[in-house]
């Protein structure tokens, strides 16, 4: 019984069909036996009232032949009685078999109903699973298609605010560095103003401050002026001349060494104001490479994003056009359902016709059985005028030589009987040639029992094809629905490099906007020394 079981042991259409073949096997032994037994009986019936005719007449003939013999007509008579004996034993016989014929058929066509409608629940039972199916199917697909607009809505809002992000990241940076670049040539220049200013005043104020040779007094005592007087005279009155000369000197070379210091500084600020517009612009390149590398990533991005939207649309057309496909599919399943439930209809509208067959088959066995009793009570009139005739023959058996006339006459009623006797073989005769047809009628019904069974096949076969392709139809389904999800899961992997890209250009700009703030104290510092600068210078001013 296990063959019969689907996979896993539960019930399906193996189950199905194990039982409609048990059925059909069932119904066709059954059928097959009736048969057999319908035909054995009227067989032996009709060789076994043949051969009985064919012994009474034997028997009338030596009856007749030995008129005198008394053991010979006893022998007829216990041949008689005992032939009766056997034709009731054949008769009670005849009737245990009907009853068992009829108590299997009634069996057999009660469970073949009971499967029936079985067979009928379980179909509808498939129906409504079928039904279950499709429905599932469609709202498979409906959530599919929302999906679908949700992602492409999403997209679509994804690209929207990047191409804006992108613009506002674009104007902002531009805006920035048209800023920064402005500001700091406005620096710039105001600090080449300046140090020009203070180069030229330092160097207009030493050479104020430093005295002309031909306006010196040469006062050594070989090349200086010759006094007039003596020296000691005019000692007295040079002495604090010298000293402020002497003093003059010192604030001279003073004011130089200062001027020194402040040239050698600006060289320094000079050269820390080159190296820092070098960074400048070292940053600056730097900044518009990360820019432009940003703008490439984000153009591959978008490149990217498109290119795999156009690849989710087709696997969305594709998902479609299977789904279409899967949905005709279903239709054509449906149709073929359809039909095969007609033809199911046709194959028990059948099964009605074949019982009916069968009713008719019994109705003319019971008509044989009828025509037999028919001929078992004619045969019974016929031995009871045997009887009496033998009676009267043996009541007579003395004067059988003088009543040879009489003899003869009853010879000519025997004669008589036997033609009777032979019109009732005729008639068995009749009857079993009624027998081939009766198995040309069985051949017929088992023929159509195998187209049945062959039918039912070609059907349980397509229910598991209709079965197979509902499978495949779910397995495609459940692929559809994974490669969407490792699409969604892909996009979402796609909007977090994203985000980690925005966090990144996030970081970038707060590291330039770190390196502006320090280019921007550096500028603040090298102001706040050229304001000490020009204090100092205008405390040299006021000194000198």
Request: proline fraction near 1%.
């Amino acid at each position: 019984m296990e063959e019969d079981r689907g996979p896993g042991g539960s019930g399906s259409g193996w189950d199905l069909a194990g039982r409609w073949n048990r059925l059909t096997d069932a119904a066709k032994k059954q059928v097959d036996l009736a048969g057999k037994a319908f035909d054995t009986v009227e067989v032996q019936d009709v060789k076994e009232l043949r051969r009985r005719i064919e012994f009474l007449e034997a028997g009338l003939r030596e009856c007749a032949n030995a008129a005198g013999d008394e053991d010979k007509i006893n022998a007829f008579f216990s041949n008689v009685e005992r032939m009766d004996a056997e034709i009731l034993t054949v008769k009670r016989e005849y009737e245990k078999r009907e009853k068992a014929l009829r108590k299997s058929a009634r069996s057999t066509i009660i469970s073949l109903r009971n499967e029936v409608s079985a067979y009928r629940e379980q179909i509808a039972q498939k129906d409504v699973e079928a039904v279950q199916v499709v429905d599932n199917l469609v709202a498979e697909k409906e959530g599919l298609e929302n999906r679908a607009t949700s992602l492409q809505n999403q997209i679509s809002q994804l690209e929207t605010s990047i191409a804006k992000r992108d613009s506002e990241l674009l104007e902002l940076r531009q805006k920035q560095i048209a800023a920064t670049t402005s500001s700091l040539r406005e620096s710039l220049s105001e600090l080449q103003i300046e140090k020009a200013k203070h180069v030229s005043s330092s160097l207009g104020d030493a050479e104020e401050l430093q005295p002309d040779e031909s306006e010196l007094i040469d006062c050594s005592p070989e090349t200086g002026p010759k006094m007039e007087g003596t020296y000691e005279e005019d000692a007295g009155t040079a002495s604090p001349m010298l000293e402020e000369v002497t003093a003059l000197k010192e604030t001279l070379e003073d004011a130089t060494r200062k001027l020194r210091d402040q040239k050698a500084e600006c060289a320094r600020l000079q050269a820390e104001l080159t190296s820092s517009q070098e960074q400048i612009r070292i940053q600056s390149r730097e900044h518009e490479e990360n820019d432009i590398k940003a703008g490439s990533a984000a153009a591959n991005m978008e490149k990217d994003l498109k290119a795999r939207i156009a690849t989710l649309s087709s696997e969305l057309e594709s998902s479609n056009d299977a789904y279409l496909a899967s949905e005709a599919k279903i239709s054509t399943a449906y149709e073929e359902l359809a039909s095969e439930k007609e033809k199911l209809a046709t194959s028990v509208a059948t099964m009605k016709t074949m019982e009916e067959a069968l009713n008719a088959a019994r109705n003319r066995g019971m008509e044989t059985k009828s025509r037999f009793l028919e001929v078992e009570e004619q045969r019974r009139a016929e031995r009871a005028g045997a009887e009496a005739e033998v009676s009267e023959l043996s009541g007579h058996l003395k004067r059988a030589r003088r009543e040879v006339n009489q003899l003869k006459a009853e010879l000519a009623d025997a004669k008589s009987e036997l033609d009777r006797s032979e019109t009732a073989k005729k008639q068995m005769e009749a009857a079993s040639s009624r027998v081939p047809e009766l198995e040309a009628e069985n051949g017929v019904l088992t023929m159509r029992i195998r187209e049945l069974e062959s039918s039912m096949a070609g059907l349980l076969s397509k229910c598991e094809d209709l079965e197979k392709q509902l499978g495949a139809v779910k397995a495609d389904y459940e692929s559809e629905a994974e490669k969407t999800k490792n699409a969604a899961a892909e996009l979402e992997q796609r909007l977090d490099l994203e985000r980690e890209h925005s966090r990144a250009s996030k970081k970038g700009k707060e590291l330039a906007a770190a390196q502006l703030k320090e280019l921007e104290e550096q500028v603040f510092e090298l102001q706040s020394e050229n304001s000490k600068l020009e204090v100092d210078e205008a405390n040299i001013r006021t000194f000198s």
